[in-house]
């Protein structure tokens, strides 16, 4: 296949994922199982035979999420709250919801959607010993309320095999965008946002095949001199699309990022361990510099002045979440910092319910002439 269907397949992907999980579903004989926001243990998911579906909100306006949801919660809630209201998500078979923050531990108690909801709860404290048990037999009531709902048996072995699987898709995707970074002329901010988020909607075994013949043929071109501002990203998640265009159109390329919905989601494997949900419960123990695991030694700075340095960054711009509370924890840290290191920062607020971004256009303007 050539590299311009290659993307434009996964591009496509991303932008129709409704179709996409419906082909990719029939494709494979499968079953779909939502996963909101960040970190569901997908691999017990894809264990289970069923596709999993990343559930991250969209632009949508609120007719209904505000009764159920204070207008405090973070714009992302408020996009699924009303998306599962509307019966978006009824198609799925079960839903999984993670509680890393205060939203989201109220979140499954809510759902309003047809699609039976697993709400569990990773352990803030990382470091107690009783974390990783802890964790472990949240585990094991998923894989068992999965099994209840599907009516089949999960076993060990499949567990172990989509381990091995997921760990291959992380490794690729660590290549996809160490390489995207110097091939910014084909890989554009937009591309490269859509080409992660398109893993979301597709069978991961397939996503694989596709990026692996991606980066392949990447590294067949020569290394593009984009005289473009080189830019890294940090927060929750950096949508609408919009926002994404203002990046490509005053010269600033996406060369690394730190967002939860793309290289976080694939920054940690799953480490080998006797039993598949200890592995997976070791994935989240070893997850670090994440403003959503604690971390009193907030090891996220210095993530962020490495990354920068890595990619010879000329800027960092964090993508702050409308009223997330653990990403606004760090705001005045990351800029504490970024001013010690001489690092120019730009923060912009990412609101899924905006329709208008004029504010943000004029921000990132000059940003980028003052760079
Ligand atoms: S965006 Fe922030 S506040 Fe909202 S669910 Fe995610 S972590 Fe929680």
Request: net charge neutral.
């Given at each position: 296949m050539e590299i311009n269907n290659i993307i434009d397949y996964l591009v496509k992907s991303a932008d129709f994922p409704g179709k996409t999980i419906k082909e990719s579903c029939k494709k494979n004989n499968k079953e779909a199982v939502g996963c909101v926001a960040p970190y569901a243990p997908e691999e017990i998911v894809y264990a289970a035979n069923c596709i999993p579906v990343g559930i991250?909100?969209?632009?949508?306006?609120?007719?209904?999420?505000?009764?159920?949801?204070?207008?405090?919660?973070?714009?992302?809630?408020?996009?699924?709250?009303?998306?599962?209201?509307?019966?978006?998500?009824?198609?799925?078979?079960?839903?999984?919801?993670p509680a890393v923050c205060d939203t989201l531990k109220c979140f499954g108690q809510k759902w309003k959607g047809t699609?039976?909801?697993?709400?569990?709860?990773?352990?803030?404290?990382?470091?107690?010993?009783?974390?990783?048990?802890?964790?472990?037999?949240?585990?094991?009531?998923?894989?068992?309320?999965?099994?209840?709902?599907?009516?089949?048996t999960i076993t060990e072995k499949?567990?172990?095999?989509?381990?091995?699987?997921?760990?291959?898709?992380?490794?690729?995707?660590?290549?996809?965008?160490?390489?995207?970074?110097?091939?910014?002329?084909?890989?554009?901010?937009?591309?490269?946002?859509?080409?992660?988020?398109?893993?979301?909607?597709?069978?991961?075994?397939?996503?694989?095949?596709?990026?692996?013949?991606?980066?392949?043929?990447?590294?067949?071109?020569?290394?593009?001199?984009?005289?473009?501002?080189?830019?890294?990203?940090?927060?929750?998640?950096?949508?609408?699309?919009?926002?994404?265009?203002?990046?490509?159109?005053y010269g600033m390329d996406i060369v690394g990022d730190d967002l939860t919905h793309e290289s976080r989601q694939f920054r940690t494997d799953a480490p080998f361990s006797g039993s598949a949900l200890n592995s997976l419960a070791k994935r989240w123990t070893n997850h670090n510099a994440c403003s959503l695991a604690f971390d009193p030694y907030k090891e996220r700075i210095q993530y962020l002045v490495d990354l920068a340095n890595h990619y010879k960054a000329d800027g960092l711009v964090i993508a702050l979440m409308k009223f997330c509370d653990p990403e606004e924890y760090d705001v005045p840290l990351i800029m504490e910092r970024m001013k010690k290191e001489n690092i120019p920062l730009l923060v912009i607020e990412i609101d899924q319910q905006a329709k208008s971004f004029e504010q943000i256009n004029t921000r990132l303007l000059s940003f980028a002439e003052n760079m």
């Open positions: 991250w909100g969209g632009q949508v306006e609120l007719t209904k999420a505000r009764t159920y949801l204070p207008a405090f919660a973070c714009s992302i809630m408020q996009s699924i709250m009303e998306y599962e209201i509307r019966g978006t998500y009824d198609f799925l078979k079960a839903v999984l919801i699609s039976e909801a697993i709400p569990f709860v990773f352990p803030q404290n990382r470091e107690a010993k009783s974390a990783e048990a802890f964790l472990e037999s949240e585990y094991k009531y998923i894989k068992n309320k999965l099994e209840e709902i599907l009516g089949i499949a567990l172990q095999d989509s381990i091995i699987l997921y760990n291959d898709y992380r490794a690729e995707m660590r290549k996809f965008v160490e390489i995207a970074s110097v091939h910014t002329d084909v890989i554009t901010p937009v591309i490269r946002h859509k080409i992660i988020k398109s893993s979301y909607f597709m069978d991961k075994k397939d996503y694989l095949e596709y990026i692996k013949e991606l980066n392949k043929k990447l590294r067949l071109l020569p290394a593009n001199n984009s005289k473009n501002k080189r830019i890294i990203v940090t927060g929750i998640m950096l949508e609408p699309d919009g926002i994404i265009e203002y990046f490509e159109k």
